[in-house]
């Protein structure tokens, strides 16, 4: 940390379902009334958001007094101001690491599992209550740190969107994308249901269910492995369009080239955030490879 100056920690988090609901149906007997309606019950959720609560306060408690804190809910992530050394903290699901990584610019980061009897925890892979000795860990430069590949793609245009498991590119809806995909010097008109690029993180998700499918004879990338993977989904072979560049693995300096042939409705959008998209017009392209960025996840 900089001499003089205290920590900073960004806890963030996101609404839980029971919030969800209350801002739904505005009151919790409304709420309770509509899912006894569908055959559940308000009191599962509300033990879930009474769990996080709780490890909410157990967080809140670890930071030092004297450090200083912000407390950030994940929409706001895009307006706000990350200092260099901020110590982040994300309180959730693993979507909440991948979420806050692509703001990031190397800032630590630090994943914590409110609830280990329902999320597996792959990225939050520490509990509330180890919170207090990781933070200061991290603060006298102790701390474990995995260094983690992330993609990203740039666009004709300028636009650019980052990353941590994969990036999808095609069709906003079921219709198929059409496109041509440029690898190295080879070129083909494709029509398929889009393509993802996906890094090792992304590999225990769409990327792995998409390489059983395919039956890939290479292995997935690993977190840390500067590669990443790319695949084609559902290609159709027609007298315009082929099948013969379907997947791949891109190492540093490699790239895949995307040129557009969707009149409307191509999208380009990041670890499943459909709502944060790219457009991805007629005519636009779209470069993917590694990022320089890498999520630095305590």
Known sequence: MTLGRLPRVVL????????????????????RFILEGRGQHIEEVEDRHHRFERALGTVLRAIPLKW???????SDLSAFVFEPEDL????????????????????RVLGLNPDPERVDGVL????????????QDAV????SVESRTMVEATLDDGQRLLALNELYVGHSSHQSARYRLHLGQHEEHQSSSGLIIATGTGSTGWARSIHLEHQSSFALPKPTEPQLAFFVREAFPSRATGTSITEGLLSAGEQVLVVSEMNEQGVLFG???EADCLPFPWGATAAFQ?????????
């Not at 200083?68 to 994940?74: A, M």
């Not at 982040?88 to 800032?107: F, H, S």
């Not at 939050?124 to 933070?135: R, Y």
């Open 290 to 298: 590694m990022a320089p960025e890498r999520l630095n996840l305590i």
């Open 88 to 107: 982040v903290v994300a309180l959730g699901q693993d979507g909440l690491v991948a979420n806050v990584a692509k703001y990031l610019e190397g800032q």
């Open 140 to 143: 006298n430069g102790r701390a």
């Open 12 to 31: 963030v988090t996101r609404p839980t379902d029971y919030q969800a609901l209350l801002v739904a149906h505005g009151t919790r007997e409304q709420a």
């Open 271 to 273: 670890d499943g955030m």
């Open 124 to 135: 939050v892979k520490h509990t509330p209550e180890d919170a207090s000795d990781l933070l």
């Open 68 to 74: 200083r804190r912000s407390l950030l809910d994940r």
